[in-house]
């Protein structure tokens, strides 16, 4: 193929032995292995922020959502280099011809659709997923539409796999320089050999975990040098929405603030003063973000569950959490029951020794154990016992 | 057979309740779907015909000894500079959060970029003395 002969390339026209059943099952194999971990964790993470799912999610262990959601963000970043050199396998089938009889017309056609879904929702899942965890929002609503595109990827993948399974098995079956399966065309040695690929690519894989890994994983913090945080912040902790954004600015730092707990018609009113003065706790949880990075701090306050004992909250009943903040998706949230009766749960007045910080959530923010960064709730203002 | 209808079938229902999900759940479909037809055309119409370009145009171009490790560190680097676009671009930073984005990006990449020239140069020289010479001698000046 030279410069000069410019048309639309023929299947035939690709003619490197890298473009293989041998080489497509096998990085198809590990790709379809990610995507299986991606879609798991998210659905962990999903069913974590549903308000009210028909299985409690539980509070243990505390460090649960941390693990689901770092494997989750640093599988998607794995996923890349595995989805182009997949793609790049098998790139000469965009291009070949289709059969001429019609049933077997109709089902190339019926494939090469599904292919196309499969491609389409892969590579729309990673995007998104990259651009968020750098919280640049594309013009739409992020996670319906990821949630949406994961059962859409997922399902083409398994249509995909089943449609493939006899070549899958034969390819795997045999040793990765086997040429049975191949195109008669695609004898070309190259550059890479086809074990120098698929080395390659594990390779890439492995700098992709490295360079990222860093945002949840402390000891990898100094070699992660593309991760989207480095782990510092004020009081030793990043932060995801600045007090700025969050709107309250002069809201949670106003002298006459108070948090209002309610149930039934009753309210109690309570100055930070007033909650500094209950009996205090302290507590070793992580902050573990959706966008998958995530710090343990040293947490201090006071007993979600005696705090709402003041107004005779009964066992099993959820908490409406409002904060202070006028922008941003998460203004109310709910802490159901587990995490309320979990002795864990603080309502903390302070971090790592220090009074919290602004950005950290000043007055008082939740803190529970197993949970997504967003319903940690802060600058809390006011609890309500749901009934 | 059989099996193979049954988790096609599988697949088929996780698709449309996924498709269901989108239709029924977001009221900006249209930006969805240009983003989906974006990423395709993106891949398939760019990514995909620069790989090639290199391995057909450039590669070949090369001393022989050092197209090996030429075309694996591409690889690596191609990949980690795709995923690294939001994070080079600064897409997300803000000013009143100075902990997001907070290290100079560029120069962790160029970091990695001269590590992987680093490596092509190694491996390159290993290869030489290794003996590795083009058999077909089509580029004899690569010693």
């Known amino acids: 193929m030279s410069p000069a002969d410019v048309r639309v390339p023929r299947e035939d026209d690709f003619t490197s032995r890298l473009h293989s059943p041998a080489v497509a099952s096998r990085v198809g194999l590990w790709l379809g292995i990610s995507f299986a971990v991606c879609f798991l964790t998210g659905l962990v993470s999903h069913w974590a922020q549903t308000t009210d799912p028909l299985v409690p999610f539980p509070t243990s262990p505390a460090w649960g959502y941390r693990f689901t959601q770092g494997l989750h963000v640093v599988t998607g970043y794995v ?51 990259l651009v968020n965890v750098t919280q640049w929002y594309p013009p739409f609503s992020f996670r319906p539409a990821h949630y949406a595109g994961a059962w859409i990827a997922i399902g083409a993948l398994v249509v995909h796999v089943a449609v493939k399974l006899p070549t899958i098995r034969a390819a795997l079956g045999r040793d990765v320089d086997d040429t049975a399966l191949d195109r008669p065309e695609a004898v070309a040695e190259g550059s890479l050999s086809r074990r120098g690929l698929l080395r390659t690519t594990g390779v890439a894989a492995g700098v992709a975990v490295l360079a990222t890994a860093g945002a949840t994983v402390p000891w990898l913090r100094r070699v992660s040098v593309l991760a989207v945080r480095t782990g510092e912040g004020p009081q030793g902790l990043p932060v995801n929405r600045s007090a700025q954004a969050a709107g309250v600015l002069g809201l949670a730092d106003a002298p006459d603030y108070t948090l209002v707990l309610v149930h039934a018609g009753r309210e109690v009113t309570l100055t930070r003063d007033d909650l500094l003065a209950l009996p205090q706790h302290e507590e070793t949880l992580p902050i573990a973000c959706v966008e998958g990075w995530s710090a343990s701090a040293t947490w201090t306050g006071v007993r979600m569950v005696d705090l709402l004992a003041q107004v005779d909250r009964p066992s099993g009943a959820d908490v409406v959490v409002r904060s202070l903040q006028t922008r941003g998706a998460f203004a109310t949230t709910t802490l159901q029951a587990q995490f309320v009766e979990d002795d864990r749960t603080l309502l903390a007045l302070a971090v790592n020794g220090e009074t919290l910080d602004l950005d950290h959530g000043f007055p008082c923010r939740v803190i529970a154990p197993n949970r997504p960064g967003v319903l940690q709730t802060k600058w809390v203002t006011r609890l309500e016992v749901a009934t | 057979m059989t099996a193979r209808l049954l988790i096609g079938a599988v697949g088929v229902l996780a698709g449309l309740y996924g498709a269901l999900l989108l239709l029924e759940r977001t009221d900006d479909l249209v930006p969805v779907l240009l983003w989906v037809a974006g990423g395709v055309v993106l891949h398939d119409g760019v990514l995909a015909p620069l790989a090639l370009l290199l391995a057909v145009l450039v590669l070949p171009r090369l001393p022989y000894a050092a197209r090996t490790p030429a075309a694996a560190v591409a690889l690596v680097l191609g990949s980690v500079t795709v995923w690294a676009v939001p994070v080079l671009g600064g897409w997300g930073r803000r000013e009143d959060n100075p902990t997001l984005l907070d290290r100079d990006y560029w120069l962790g990449w160029g970091g990695l970029v001269v590590a992987g020239l680093a490596v092509v140069l190694v491996w390159t020289v290993l290869r030489l003395r290794a003996g590795e010479r083009d058999r077909d001698a089509a580029t004899g000046e690569d010693a």
């Open chain 1, 79 to 129: 996923c890349v280099p595995l989805l182009l050199v997949k793609l790049w396998t098998v790139y000469p089938k965009l291009f070949g011809r289709p059969p001429r009889a019609l049933p077997a017309l109709t089902l190339e056609l019926l494939e090469r659709a599904s292919i196309g879904v499969l491609v389409g929702a892969s590579v729309f899942q990673l995007a998104t997923g």
